[in-house]
C-alpha cells in the first residue's frame, strides 16, 4: 500500500472522526455527510483488499459511485428550498439506479475489470448541474453571516471542484487506456483532487451549525 | 507521448483548475455583494417599519390629548365655571368675613378655569395648528412663566415661515418633552428656547441650566423619553443632536430642511418642492 493512499485513508478516518465529534451540532444534510465519508472509508478499504486478494477492484468503485451519490444527492436534497428541485433529485436517484444496473451488467462489467467511467461521467455532470443551482439558491437568499462560516458553500465547492476536475481525470484514464501511458500523472491527479475534495468536505463539517442554518431567508 | 503532449496535458488540468477556482472566488465576490444589497433593503424596511409605528403612536397620543384637552375644556372647566357662578349667588347671603372668604375661593376657581383653559390649548393639535408654532411657542412660556417653577426665554432669528401643521405640532411635542425633563429630573432654574429661520434650515434648540445626565442614559431605558424626541424629529425628516453631562445642563438641538419630505412613506410636505 503506497503512502498516497495510507494519507487519504489517515484523511478519510479524520474527517468522519471530526464529522462524529459534531455530529449533535451538524444540521441533516451534513450529519448525512459524515456517514458518507464512513462509506467511502469502507469501499476505499475494501477495494485495497480486493485488489491485494483478487488483482480485480472494479466491482467497489461502480458501488461507491453508487452509493455516493444517493448520499450526496440527499445531502442536497436537504439544502435545496425548491420543491421541483427536492422532486427533481429523487428522479434522478432513480434514473441514476437504472442506468447502473445497465451499466454493471451489460456495459461496464466489474467481472471484466472495467471502471464504470459512464456513471462517473454522469454523476459528475450532475452533480456540476445540483451545485450551480444551490449557488444559485444561495444568491436569491443570502445568509447574514460571512460565507466562509458557512458550511454549503464549503460543502458546494467540494463538490464543483471535484466534479469538474474529474472530467479531466476521466480524460488521463481513457488516454491511460489507449496509450498505456501517464499512469503516475493520472495516480498524482485523482489523489490531489480526493485530497482536496475530502479537505473541503472537512471544512463544511467543522463549519456547519444548527443555529447558522436557520438563518436562511 | 512526448514533452509537449506531458506540457499540454498538465497545463489543461492547470487551467481547468483557475478556472474552478476563478467561479468560486467570482461567486464569493458576487454572494457578498448580494448579502450588502440585501441588508441594506431590510435596513431600508426597518426604518421604514420603525417610522411608521412612531406615527401611529404619534397619531395616537394626539388623538388622547385631543380628548383630554376637550373634557378639560367641555366638562372640568364648565364644571368651575359653574362652581364660581354659585359661589357668586351664595356670597350675597353672608356675613361680610364669610363673603371674603368667599370672594378668595372665587377668585382661586377663576384662576383655576384660566389655567385648565391654557392647558388644554397647549394639549389640543387643532388649537396649536390654528395658532401656529410661534405664538403657541409664546402662549406656552407665559404660562410656564406664570407658574413660576421655571423662567423660560423664547428666541427667533430669521424671518418666521410655516413648516407645514404636521411637523410643527411635532416640533412642539418635542419642546414639551424637553421642558417637562428640565421640570421633573433635572431641577433646572432657567430654559432658553431658540428658534433659528434660515432659507433652507430650521433650528429649534432647547437649553437648560439642570442637573445634567451622562451620555449613556441615551441607551438606557430611563433615556425612553430623550430616545423618543430624537424618533420625533427623524418623523419630521429631522435630526435631533442632544448633549449634557453631570452638571452641565442639557442641550437640545433640532435641525431640519423645511423643504424635506415629510414621512418616509412619501407623504409630502406642504412646504414640499416636490
Redesign the interface.
Known amino acids: 500500500m503506497s503512502s498516497i493512499t495510507i494519507i487519504y485513508l489517515i484523511i478519510l478516518a479524520t474527517v468522519f472522526a471530526i464529522g462524529m465529534v459534531r455530529y449533535r451540532r451538524l444540521t441533516i444534510p451534513f450529519r448525512i455527510l459524515t456517514f458518507s465519508v464512513l462509506l467511502t472509508l469502507f469501499w476505499q478499504a475494501l477495494s485495497i483488499v480486493f485488489a491485494v486478494r483478487y488483482r480485480n477492484n472494479a466491482f467497489t468503485y461502480h458501488f461507491e459511485c453508487l452509493t455516493a451519490y444517493i448520499f450526496y444527492t440527499l445531502t442536497y436534497f436537504y439544502l435545496f428550498r425548491s420543491r421541483t428541485i427536492k422532486a427533481g433529485l429523487l428522479a434522478t436517484l432513480i434514473s441514476v439506479f437504472v442506468l447502473f444496473l445497465i451499466n454493471i451488467l451489460f456495459i461496464q462489467r466489474p467481472a471484466d475489470k472495467q471502471f464504470p467511467t459512464y456513471i462517473y461521467l454522469l454523476t459528475n455532470g450532475l452533480y456540476v448541474i445540483f451545485a450551480l443551482l444551490l449557488?444559485k439558491q444561495?444568491?436569491q437568499y443570502?445568509?447574514?453571516l460571512n460565507?466562509v462560516r458557512q458550511s454549503s458553500?464549503w460543502f458546494n465547492?467540494a463538490i464543483?471542484?471535484f466534479s469538474?476536475?474529474m472530467?479531466?481525470n476521466l480524460g488521463?484514464l481513457n488516454?491511460y487506456a489507449l496509450?498505456n501511458?501517464?499512469k503516475d500523472?493520472i495516480y498524482y491527479?485523482w489523489n490531489g483532487n480526493l485530497y482536496l475534495f475530502n479537505i473541503l468536505i472537512c471544512v463544511s463539517l467543522l463549519t456547519d451549525n444548527k443555529n447558522n442554518s436557520v438563518q436562511y431567508g | 507521448?512526448g514533452n509537449e503532449n506531458?506540457r499540454l496535458?498538465?497545463l489543461?488540468?492547470a487551467l481547468?483548475?483557475a478556472?474552478?477556482i476563478t467561479?468560486?472566488i467570482y461567486?464569493?465576490i458576487?454572494?457578498?455583494a448580494?448579502?450588502l444589497k440585501?441588508?441594506q433593503e431590510q435596513d431600508e424596511r426597518e426604518a421604514v417599519y420603525r417610522q411608521e409605528i412612531l406615527k401611529t403612536q404619534v397619531e395616537i397620543q394626539e388623538q388622547t390629548l385631543e380628548h383630554i384637552s376637550k373634557e378639560i375644556h367641555d366638562n372640568i372647566t364648565q364644571v368651575l365655571s359653574f362652581v364660581k357662578l354659585s359661589l357668586g349667588s351664595i356670597s350675597n347671603t353672608l356675613d361680610e368675613d364669610k363673603k371674603a372668604k368667599v370672594k378668595e375661593s372665587r377668585e382661586l376657581v377663576a384662576q383655576t378655569i384660566t389655567d385648565l383653559r391654557d392647558l388644554s390649548k397647549s394639549m389640543s393639535f387643532e388649537h396649536i395648528i390654528q395658532m401656529g408654532l410661534l405664538k403657541t411657542l409664546e402662549k406656552e412660556v407665559e404660562r410656564i412663566n406664570k407658574s413660576d417653577l421655571v423662567k423660560v426665554s423664547l428666541l427667533t432669528e430669521g424671518q418666521t415661515y410655516s413648516l407645514g401643521e404636521q411637523r410643527e405640532l411635532v416640533l412642539f411635542r418635542i419642546l414639551q418633552e424637553g421642558i417637562n425633563n428640565a421640570l421633573k429630573y433635572a431641577n433646572a432654574k432657567h430654559f432658553k428656547i431658540s428658534l433659528q429661520y434660515q432659507a433652507d434650515l430650521f433650528t429649534l434648540t432647547l437649553e437648560d441650566d439642570g442637573s445634567g445626565f451622562s451620555p449613556d442614559l441615551l441607551n438606557n431605558k430611563s433615556g425612553s423619553g430623550l430616545r423618543n424626541m430624537k424618533n420625533r424629529a427623524v418623523l419630521i425628516g429631522g435630526d435631533a443632536t442632544i448633549e449634557s453631562a453631570p452638571g452641565a445642563g442639557c442641550r437640545i438641538n433640532v435641525a431640519l430642511n423645511p423643504f424635506k419630505q415629510l414621512y418616509a412613506d412619501g407623504v409630502p410636505h406642504p412646504n414640499s418642492l416636490s
Open positions: 449557488y444561495m444568491l443570502p445568509l447574514n460565507i458553500f465547492t464543483i471542484a469538474t476536475l472530467f479531466i488521463f488516454y496509450h501511458w501517464g500523472i491527479f | 507521448m506531458i496535458v498538465v489543461s488540468a481547468l483548475f478556472v474552478v467561479f468560486v461567486f464569493v458576487l454572494y457578498r448580494r448579502q440585501n441588508k
